[in-house]
């Protein structure tokens, strides 16, 4: 069935519990303008409709909002949203829902409400034929316990990679430790060290960058398919990368690099301005996701031609998944996993996962789902934004 607007989509069911004065139910049609202004109030961020239409209500994996929310005396005071994903296998494909922007009104907080909408959410879809194979998340420290007690078991940490062009952005931003940490270096200092790390980077001019403003998602997926990592992670076709990378709150570039055979590696690099002012660009995707030496030197001339291009960015983060830590170093990045970046342990990518239900496998496709080497993540497969 195809998903309809997201004006009138509902949620799981539209089931509904009372707890005490509260009352924990699926997404119903005109909600959305309750969860955008609990957004605001939780988080404090600017979020609209198109981008929670996108996220939510125009998911083209479920045809349904799979939001449950937590009501009092009419107003919406709590959110359990998910992220719907493809999820693959070596010699398996489903669905995978992964807790996403969960928000209880400051309010309203110490009531339980989390553990409610979530205990509800995993209620209804455990019988559920619109429901998923397993859930997985990226909790922070603070909010993993939480998810433990509830079933979810951990399976490891994941590094991210930041290169800091410009570390006086990050002094007074939330980002303080790691500006302050990179203090002795002001930013024409900052840009001359990346120059010379980029002049000793290797580089193969024999390889042609192409750049594309509208995504290529046909040309994505074919080089997707070449080489599939033998890993759970989102599956990814046209379909998928047409959604996944059309967020509004985002500007893209993509690159592909062809050598004499055609098309080699591509990269989706976006960009947006936080509200702290910090002009972050992620390198998103990285298509094919593994590869041999080839393949990483074809990376290492898209990397070459995207710094150059967002050289301008505070920051540039690279996932880990794929590309040894060296060939990162060699590049400009650092390892949140070391000082300085360390020192921000709220930052670190954490996986957990469980089945669908108590007594269900702990596998999928015959990959265990509590172990580190069975994931792959990039930014494809983690919420952000």
Known sequence: MSPTRGSTRTGP???????????????????????????????????????????????????????FVAERDGEIVGARPFLVLPLRAPSATGIA??????????????????????????????????GPDLYFNFPNDMSRSGYEKLGWRNAGRRTTFYRVQNPSALVGTR???????????????????????????????????????????????????????????????????????????????????????????????????????????????????????????????????????HADSDIVAAAGSGLPREFLAEHGFLADDERPLSLLTRSRATVVARPTTDDGPWEFGGVPLDERKSWYVSFLERDTT
């Open 13 to 67: 069911g539209a089931e509904t519990k009372r707890e005490g004065e509260y009352r924990i139910r699926g997404y119903e049609a005109g909600d959305r303008d309750g969860l955008l202004a609990l957004d605001r109030a939780v988080w404090n961020r600017p979020r609209g409709r198109e981008w929670f239409d996108w996220k939510y209500a125009k998911s083209p994996y479920v045809d349904h909002v799979p939001i």
């Open 175 to 309: 980002l303080n430790e790691v500006g302050e940490s990179f203090a002795r270096l002001t930013t024409p200092v900052a840009r001359r060290y990346y120059r010379t790390r980029d002049r000793a980077a290797r580089t193969d001019r024999r390889f042609v960058v192409h750049r594309h403003r509208t995504l290529p998602v046909e040309r994505l997926a074919d080089l997707y398919e070449r080489s599939v990592p033998d890993r759970l992670h989102a599956h990814r076709d046209e379909r998928f990368y047409r959604w996944r990378l059309s967020s509004p709150l985002w500007r893209r570039i993509t690159y592909v690099v062809e050598d004499e055979d055609g098309a080699l590696v591509g990269l989706v690099a976006r960009t947006r301005t936080t509200k702290d002012g910090v002009t972050i660009t992620q390198f998103a995707e990285l298509t094919p996701l593994v590869g041999g030496d080839e393949w990483l030197a074809g990376v290492s001339r898209l990397f070459e031609a995207a710094l150059e291009e």
């Open 97 to 130: 829902f992964q807790p996403a922007d969960t928000m209880v009104h400051p309010d309203h907080r110490r009531q339980g409400l989390f553990t409610r909408m979530t205990a509800a959410a995993l209620s209804h879809y455990a019988d559920a034929a619109d």
